[in-house]
Structures are given as structure tokens and as C-alpha cells.
């Protein structure tokens, strides 16, 4: 669709961590005075393992309980504070997440659990059993994934650990959702899979119609599709710009990439 | 005759029952094992309905209905959110306490003494029982069609990705608490609508048909048969109690002190299959879908 220049596109999903703080234990794994998101496309959320984020998805998707701190989404529809809601009704906001740890359905084939996904509430009512009324837009993209990723057979169930993988970020498209975090989501991917991944993350940013946060271990892939990068360490918000940027500041070098680190 | 009827409405009654516990159970992961406190709760509501107030069958059929749904979702309300384990305990101590108070509140229930005199749905003269049997039978196909019909449709999905995965269906923006009191609700309904047909079938009753062993018997079916397998109920009623009562009991020329040891005897056969079953074929006969292998 064109849009004339008179009419400003709406401007993109954004997050804003206030005061954020999380403990487990007496431990603090999170402690986060002021952190922005989505002010571009891709953001890319960097650090050694344990820096705390995993926490911040979870504490922004509701899956954890923040101690302290607001989040709040500022959404198509107005201003929402997301630590008010429960987990649900932060995935129906348009806040959507897909998981580091392989998480599946065990009993629903591939095709099942993406229906089960674009499935909208009027159709799931426990008096309601006619043929599905999955908008025939999803019933598109549902088909259009399958091929995108190559699934031989999507009438059986995931088998390998990619599949599953790859299962849950399309599950998470297939909800809409305005504001996307993918965690880890080519962790154990094969190459060309991880491709995959990274093209469309490329193409989802430069549509402009959701922001992305994504974390991610695979650096050359963080520079290559991220617009802008946070670091964290120990649980705490250490740097933010542009890949370049973060690439070559000495705090990210000695914390995280190594006194080692070689590379162009 | 008579017996045979009897006996034929008790396996419908098992069969209805097991489907719903499918429902419950092998669709949605709820774990029941208070089946035959709303079994009571339809039941004496519905007896004491038609008996002591002498309401109008239908009416009182709803409403020992409604009762028996509202009250599975103030339970449900309270132990629905929690983990497998505590949801069998609290619908056991259910259970247990409609036993309870069918034997102390006498001014309703009769107490131990019984109470009597309730009608059959449909007064037919000596068919009323066949009439009721009919009733029972579609009845039980009302609740198979609904569970085959469920396994192609959006909400079958969704009461199995409660099953499979309840975190990762809520992170997808699906209320899964809501759905499970509402599907648990209604279904434990239905179980309340069984109790009261099973009282015209009884046309008498006394506390000790709200004793465990109802629910018990049901589950041994259920996980005979196989707990995720609409049919799963019926083989599992076929080749458990109606093997005995349908039968051996009435056509096996057993001697008499056989025959006065044959409630124990059962009990241990049920035991024996059960165990042998879930060694070989964990599902159930029919089987269905293993988890996958967590390595």
C-alpha cells in the first residue's frame, strides 16, 4: 500500500523501562533506571551470560514479576502499564515474545500449532464447532512461513530442535504483534536457517510495522541486522548506539568480547 | 430384564462419565478425581428436588445442573490455577465432603436411611426404565460427538495447548485460566446432569453410592481404554465393569462361594489389568500420541 505524503506512517511500537529493578534470591538480576525501546527497527540486546537479559523480556512479557518499576507499552492503541497485566493480555496488547529454551506443543502438529496461534478468541468457544474462521490473510502467511522455511510435512509433528525453534518465532508472527522479542531464536539453527532468520528480521524491520528487540550470542549476525544496540553486564544497562559504536568501545571489548578479540 | 437394564444404564452412566473425564482429563490435563462428588451433587439435587419440593422433572433436571456447574465453578475458581497434584487432593476432599454431608444433613438426604421416591423422566408404565436407558444412551453420544467434533476444531487446539504447554499458550495471548474454569465448569455440569439421570435409574439412594469407588471405577475405564481417545472410555467400560456385570454375573454358572467372593474378585481383576496395561501400553489400548522423550 502507498502511502501519500501526506499521512505520517504511525510511529512504531515503542517500550519504556522505568526504575525497572528484579531480584532473585537477594541476588539482582535486573536494575534498570531508564532503557527505551523501539526507536528503531532492530534493536539488539547484547552481554555475557547472566547479564540479566532474558530477565527483561521476561519481566516485560510478565512471565516474571517485576520487584519494583514501571513498563510501559506505547502501543497503537494509547499508553498501556504492562506490570499491571497478566501475561495474556500483554501477548493480546501486541507484546509477544519467542523463547530461548525450545518450548513446543507436544500433541499439535506443525500446522495445528500455527492455527492454534492465528486462532482469534470468537473462534474458541467451547459451543463453537464449525470450520475455523481464521482470516484467510493468516491462513496466507501460515502457508507462506511453511515455505519460507521449507517444512516437508506440516501435517505431522517437530521433530529436531531447529523445527521447534523455528515453530515458535512463526507462532509469535502469527499473533500480530507490535512489538517482537526474539530471544536467542537461531541458537542451535543450522546456517542456512540462521540465514533465514536473519533475512527476515531484515525485512520485518525495514517494514516498519513492528519493532524488534532481539538478543542474540551470534555478534556478526548483531551487527548485520541490528540498527542499534544495548549492552548489559551483571544486570545492569553499561552502553547504547549504533553497532559500530558499541563494537569498539573498550567497556564491551574488556567485558565481553575479550582482550583477544580480533576482528575487522 | 429389569436387571439387565439396570445394569446396561450403569455402563451408560460409566461410559458418559469416562467421556467426560476424557474431556477433563485427557484433552485438557485437569486432573478430577472428584467425578463422583458432582455425580452427588446432580444427584441428590436433583432427588431431593423432585422428592422433597416436587418439582417438575425437567426443572428439576436443570437445575440440579446449574447447581452442580455453579459449584464446580466456585472450585474450579479456587484450585484451578494450581499444580496437578493439588487439584486431585482438593477434588477428592470434594468429594468427599458431599459424601459427608449426604449422611449428616438427614432433613434433606435421608441420611443413611435413603430417600426414595423419584420418578422416572418419562413415566411410560413398565418401559420407564428402557425410556430412561434410551435417554441415557443418546445422551452419552451427545457427549462422544462432542469430543470427536472437538479434535478438528480451534478449541480443541486450544484445550491442548493447555495441556501440552500452559505458559507457552498464554505467552501466545490465550486466557488459559479463564477457559479452564469454563471448560471445567461446564463438564462437571454434565456429570451433575448424569448424577440426576442415575438417580431415576437408581429410584432410591443412599450415601454409599457417593463413595470413591465411583470415581475410582471410572478412571481404571478411562486409563484402560485410553485417556486421550474419544472412544477411549467406551473400551475401557466394555472390558472392565461390563465384562463383570453384563457378563459374568448374570451368565457364568459360578459356585456360591465364588460368587460371594466375586466384589473382591473384581476389584483384584481391575487391579490386574490396570497394571498390565499401563506396563505394555501406557495410553491405554487405544494408545494415542506418546510425549515426547525428554533426554
Redesign the interface.
Known sequence: MESTPSTRPAPRASLVLTDVVKSFGGRTVADIPHLKLGRYGVEGLIGPNGAGKTTVTKLI?G?HSLDRGTISYHGPSGVIDLSQL????I??AGV??S?QVI??????TIR?SL???A?R?R????W?????R?SAELVNDIDGYLEYFRFENPDR?ALSAGEKKLLDII??LL?KPKFLLLDEPTAGLPQWETDQVKELVRQLGAEGEISILIIEHDLELMWSVCDYVHFMADGKLLLQGTPDEVRSDPTVIEKYLGGGHVEG | MAYTIFAASSMVVYIALGTLLHLQFGRTGMVNFGVVGFVGIGMYGFGILVSRYELPVVVALVLATLITTLLAAILGWLILDLDGEAVLVATLAFATIVYYLTVTQKDLTGGVAGLGGIPYPIDVGLDSALALLVILIFVALLFLG?AH??GR???G??L??I???E??????????FR?KL??FS?TSGMMGLVGALYASTNQFLVPRMLAAGLTFTVWIALTLGGR?KVLGAVVGVLISVALFDLVIEPFLPVPRWVGALMPDLQLMFYGLILVTVILFRPLGLLGG?Q??QRS
Request: contains cysteine; aromatic residues 8%; positive net charge.
Open positions: 512479557t512471565a497478566p501475561s495474556h493480555r501477548a493480546r509477544v515474545k523463547n518450548q513446543d506443543f507436544e500433541t499439535l495445528d492455527l492454534l496461534a486462532a478468541p473462534d474458541e468457544r467451547f463453537y464447532l464449525g470450520r475455523s481464521t509433528h507462532r509469535c499473533v | 462432542y467434533r472437538l476444531v480451534p478449541y487446539r486450544l491442548a495447548s495441556k501440552d504447554n505458559p507457552l499458550a498464554r505467552s501466545l495471548g490465550k486466557s488459559t477457559e469454563i471448560f461446564i486421550a500420541r510425549k515426547a
